[in-house]
């Protein structure tokens, strides 16, 4: 077994760019390789295209020590990490089309005796069809090639990715006791926290538990907030109060659920196990219908306006990304609950509000009545203000929507 020099990750997004750096950070030559060449360019003059705190200064630092390169090429490496979006088809079963794309990419370049890694959110057996498709490119390779695969799923939280990349404990499924062990001293070059070995079935399966444990808890919440609409009960106020109980732990609700793990993984977990996966399914419908949930909360308000006023409304939408103070818009049910109310209010003018993003994503930008507005012009201009994503800075113009109708889904107001 030879040792790890060099390392290729495979997808310089939102988790290959942070592991990529942290590795080059810690004397690893890594490249880095993406299909998109204006992150190439970007990465190979020390610059990040996305926001995540601290990552520019890794991603400076080690291109001009020479120990971080992009392109589009996958070149040959000791190892490879594969950190490519896994998103889900129509049927709600994983797409892997981006994983075996990777897989055919890698197997050219192997002599034998590598170690590949899948760290892209994946389906129980994910792995092994990674494996397939790379010894289907390469049968030399099946008998006896030396070649490991493993699983190590990433646990990070956008915003505090450089920090728990370093911090958070790591499961690490390998296709052999000893991929495990191998894939564990790759990682412990960077990770000071517990490293945990199992196979790669168990090591997938443990990314989408845990998000499926969210978001069903989510759902609790989001459906409790739809229950005390009914009945005229402030569900923060209930909320507040039952969590005073010392073994009780109720999370926040609010529009829905979004980002590229939680709303995305169970559907995984439900596509492998349909009959028995009820509580998840539930779960995962209750928080998918939670926009529409919203959208009929700023109808009934609507409905108030063109009483009073005989006008349709303005509308300010409130944030745009999947959670709070980052510039993430991925399967976010901010940004869908905007385009729905494009739709649903088609003579109304919509001013969406994204103060971590620079202009108006391209989803939005072909709704002819969608305008990209600074937050206290706003609020200044409409007649419905809808929070959708409670950031930071929204926290102090709660003064400035006095007076205006408010539809409030994170509470931030209150």
Not at 118 to 142: K, M, Q
Not at 251 to 264: D, E, N, S, W, Y
Not at 387 to 414: E, S
Request: aromatic share 6%; proline share 6%; net charge negative.
């Amino acid at each position: 077994m030879s040792n790890i020099d060099s390392v290729a990750v495979i997808g310089l997004g939102y988790i290959g760019l942070p592991t990529a750096a942290i590795l080059a950070e810690h004397g690893t030559r890594v490249h880095g390789v993406d299909v998109n060449q204006k992150t190439v360019d970007a990465i190979n003059a020390g610059t990040v295209p996305f926001v995540e705190p601290d990552l520019g200064e890794y991603v400076e630092r080690n291109v001009k020590a020479g120990n971080l390169t992009a392109s589009t090429d996958t070149p040959a490496a000791d190892a490879y990490i594969v950190a490519v979006p896994t998103p889900f088809r129509e049927d709600k079963s994983a797409d892997l089309s981006y994983i075996e794309a990777a897989g055919r990419a890698i197997a050219p370049q192997l002599t034998g005796d590598e170690l590949v890694i899948l760290e892209s959110t994946s389906p129980p057996g994910a792995t092994e069809r990674l494996a397939e498709v790379i010894f289907e490119a390469r049968p030399d390779l099946r008998e006896g090639g030396g070649l490991m695969f493993a699983h190590c799923p990433e646990r990070v939280l956008p915003g505090k990715v450089m920090t728990e990349l370093v911090t958070n404990d790591r499961i690490i499924g390998g296709s052999s006791p000893a991929a495990a062990e191998r894939a564990k001293a790759l990682y412990e070059r960077f990770c000071k926290a517990e490293l945990l070995l199992t196979d790669t079935r168990t090591a997938e399966m443990s990314k989408l538990v845990e998000n499926s444990f969210r978001d069903v808890n989510i759902a609790f919440a989001n459906e409790l907030s739809m229950i005390c609409q009914e009945l005229d009960i402030d569900v923060w106020e209930l909320i507040e109060l039952a969590n005073h109980h010392p073994r009780v732990n109720i999370l926040q609700p609010g529009p829905g659920v979004g980002g590229h793990c939680i709303a995305v993984d169970p559907w995984f977990i439900v596509a492998a196990a349909p009959e028995t996966s009820k509580i998840i399914r539930n779960a995962r419908e209750i928080n998918d219908s939670k926009p529409e949930w919203v959208i009929r909360q700023v109808k009934a308000e609507a409905y108030d306006v063109a009483k009073d006023s005989g006008r349709t409304p303005v509308i300010a939408a409130m944030g745009l990304a999947f959670k709070p103070n980052i510039d993430d818009l991925r399967e976010s049910p901010a940004l869908n609950i905007a385009l729905r109310l494009s739709d649903e209010f088609a003579d109304s003018r919509i001013l969406a509000v994204e103060p971590h993003v620079n202009e108006l994503p391209a989803r939005l930008s072909q709704a002819n009545n969608i305008e990209f507005s600074e937050a206290s012009a706003a609020i200044e201009q409409a007649d419905i203000i809808v929070l959708l994503v409670d950031h930071d800075v929204f926290a102090g113009l709660k003064p400035q929507v006095q007076g205006k109708k408010v539809v409030d889904t994170r509470g931030q107001w209150r």
